[in-house]
Every structure is written in C-alpha cells, then in structure tokens.
C-alpha cells in the first residue's frame, strides 16, 4: 500500500554533484522521518543522513558539508543534494521512510525502504 520510488542516481566524475529524489506514495497518513542510507559492496548499509518532521537533519561524518538532505511535505519527498562527490561515496543508495498509512482495515505505522538507486563516482 505504500511505495518509495528513488530517482536521480548516475555516473559522476569526483568533485560533481547528483541530487536523489524519492517520492512516497500510497494511503499515507502521516510521515515521521526521512532519510538516506547507502551500501557498497562488501559493507553493511550505513546511515547517510535523516530528517525529522519538523526537526533537525543529522548526518554522517563522512558526508558533512558536502551532502544536504531537504523534504517537501505537501509532495511525500525527500531529497539528497550530493556535492564535492568522492570515489569513497560509490554505493547504492536507499531512501527510508518511517511513516503511517491505512492498510484498508486500520492504522498501520512500519519503516519503508525504497528499491535503491546507483550511485558511481569515478576518480
């Protein structure tokens, strides 16, 4: 009943930029938090950044000044402005979602992940 649906991966050189996109949809009552999280081969799925409604965005260190997390409230949106890209940041990277929705019965509220989109950056 619910779906996050992730756009904007790619290909950069080291040093550009990408913005990630991913919309929620479905019977959504209401949307808690928000974030990024990335995985690259051989690691485990680490937190890139998250933001609460209404709250403060944190982030990991390693993407400090240069990645900056935003939401669109009235669109379900959550974005992920990706500057100074480094090799190091190759991972693909899912969009995360704690939320509430309407299953056709009653209330539900679960966390929600989206299918990941690729992102590479070359040296």
């Not at 290909?11 to 990024?36: P, Y």
């Not at 403060?56 to 500057?83: C, E, H, P, W």
């Amino acid at each position: 009943q619910v779906q996050l649906v992730e756009s904007g991966g790619g290909l950069v050189q080291a040093g550009g930029s990408l913005r990630l996109s991913c919309a929620a949809s479905g019977n959504i009552i209401s949307i808690f938090t928000m974030g990024w999280y990335r995985q690259a081969p051989g690691n485990q799925r680490e937190l890139v950044a998250i933001i609460p409604s209404g709250g403060s965005a944190n982030y990991a260190d390693s993407v400090k000044g240069r990645f900056t997390i935003s939401r669109d409230n009235a669109k379900n949106t959550v974005y992920l402005q990706m500057n100074s890209l480094k090799p190091e940041d190759t991972a693909v990277y899912y969009c995360n979602s704690d939320l509430a929705y309407y299953d056709g019965t009653r209330r539900r509220s679960t966390v929600h992940w989206g299918q990941g989109t690729q992102v590479t950056v070359s040296s």
